[in-house]
């Protein structure tokens, strides 16, 4: 059992930026890959970043390349979400995720937990 707790959204003006975190529990986190996802108001929940569990391989989503970086620190179970260069349309309740068996990162169902979501706002 993996229990997952996100940390540091809030509101931010357009171009800004944010350091989500999602602290983990259980001594297993090392082997799981991390993803993060999120879910606008009226939208359903997409992927945005995802990372393998020794960190040599990531995937964003196209929309999000170049402005967010995914990272994990196994030594402190945590995974971490930079965002910079935030706009409007990030807007959203962000969620982190771990799976076991995740072949393709941006597939929800193949993440076997999740956590309770953080809200990221951006202002114009």
């Known amino acids: 059992q993996v229990q997952l707790v996100e940390f540091g959204g809030g509101s931010v003006q357009d171009g800004g930026s944010l350091r989500l975190s999602c602290a983990a529990s259980g001594r297993t986190f090392s082997s799981y890959t991390m993803g993060w996802f999120r879910q606008a108001p009226g939208q359903e929940r997409e992927f945005v970043a995802a990372?393998?569990?020794?960190?040599?391989?990531?995937h964003y989503t196209d929309s999000v390349k170049g402005r967010f970086t995914i990272s994990r620190d196994n030594t402190r179970n945590t995974a971490y979400l930079q965002m910079n260069s935030l706009r409007p349309e990030d807007t959203a309740v962000y969620y982190c995720?771990?799976?076991?068996?995740?072949?393709?990162?941006?597939?929800?169902?193949?993440?076997?937990?999740w956590g309770q979501g953080t809200q990221v706002t951006v202002s114009s």
């Open positions: 990372i393998g569990w020794d960190a040599r391989i990531t």
């Open positions: 995720a771990a799976g076991n068996s995740v072949s393709e990162f941006s597939t929800q169902r193949q993440y076997n937990y």
